[in-house]
């Protein structure tokens, strides 16, 4: 295995910044992607990595992504929750990647729900 150099290091921790910069404040996006079992097996892991790259090489600030357990829907992972400032959270699911990148565009930068690919508009209740 290669030793680290003080550059690797630096880029270690210039990405790990970024990353954790995306997770704290008052951005204007939440996006949700649900990461239990059901949803690594069925590909969220890869949902968020483009999620993630989307948001780097935009270099956009104003959103955080961040993960979860499982949402309680198997059989329609992988699944995504964007939720907008002041407006209902949105559950997406059967994501692949064209309908996220669809999603990422419409609804996070756009403002537009892609309804064909929304579970749920607004907070999910039990009885």
């Known amino acids: 295995m290669p030793k680290l150099t003080v550059e690797d290091l630096k880029k270690i921790k210039e990405k790990v910044q970024a990353t954790t910069t995306l997770r ?17 097996t069925a590909g969220a892991r890869g949902i ?15 959103i955080i992504l961040t993960s979860s357990g499982c949402a309680g829907f198997c ?16 559950k997406y699911i059967d994501l692949n990647e064209e309908k996220i990148l669809r999603i990422f565009e419409e609804h996070v930068l756009n403002g537009k729900i ?10 999910e209740t039990a009885y």
């Open 114 to 123: 892609v309804e064909e690919y929304a579970l749920a508009i607004g907070s």
């Open 75 to 90: 059989s329609h992972e992988p699944m995504a929750t964007v939720e907008v400032i002041g407006e209902a959270p949105v």
């Open 48 to 62: 968020m990595n483009i999620l993630l790259s989307e948001i780097e090489n935009r270099n956009i600030s104003d």
């Open 24 to 40: 704290e404040g008052n951005q204007r996006v939440k996006i949700t992607v649900h990461m239990g079992t059901c949803g690594i």
